[in-house]
């Protein structure tokens, strides 16, 4: 196969849907851990009210209770991993020898999304197994 715009274009867009595939049937965990929101921007702020309060039965007046603002900004980071492929693999037509390679970079970048959580869980569960 000749290395053109065109193959090329084809070729990636193939290695696109084997990557998007493997992403999104990959089993993970990460709705258990953390809300995903979609981020457009360079960084996202965001605010929220304090804990709701517990249901009370309701005797007498209202108790009206205050909620406290909170708030944190998370900056967006890029992320990748790029391969190469050879030259001759193109040239005989045999990159689709890489869709594993491509599949496993989208089951992998799945995994990759709960590295953040991963530290603090751990160091949560060893205080909670050290009496702390």
């Not at 965990?29 to 979609?38: D, F, G, I, K, P």
């Amino acid at each position: 196969m000749h290395v053109n715009d065109q193959n090329l274009e084809t070729a990636f867009k193939g290695f696109k849907e084997i990557y998007n595939q493997a992403f999104g049937s990959a089993v993970s965990h990460q709705a258990m851990l953390a809300m995903t929101v979609n981020s457009h921007t360079s960084e996202e702020n965001y605010g929220w009210l304090g804990q709701f309060p517990m249901m009370r039965e309701w005797i007498g007046d209202r108790q009206l209770k205050k909620l406290a603002s909170h708030g944190f900004t998370i900056k967006n980071k890029k992320f990748e991993s790029t391969i190469t492929i050879k030259r001759e693999d193109f040239d005989d037509d045999r990159y689709g020898i890489y869709n594993p390679v491509v599949s496993e970079m989208g089951r992998v970048a799945t995994s990759d999304l709960l590295q953040p959580c991963s530290s603090p869980i751990a160091n949560c569960a060893r205080a909670d197994l050290m009496g702390s």
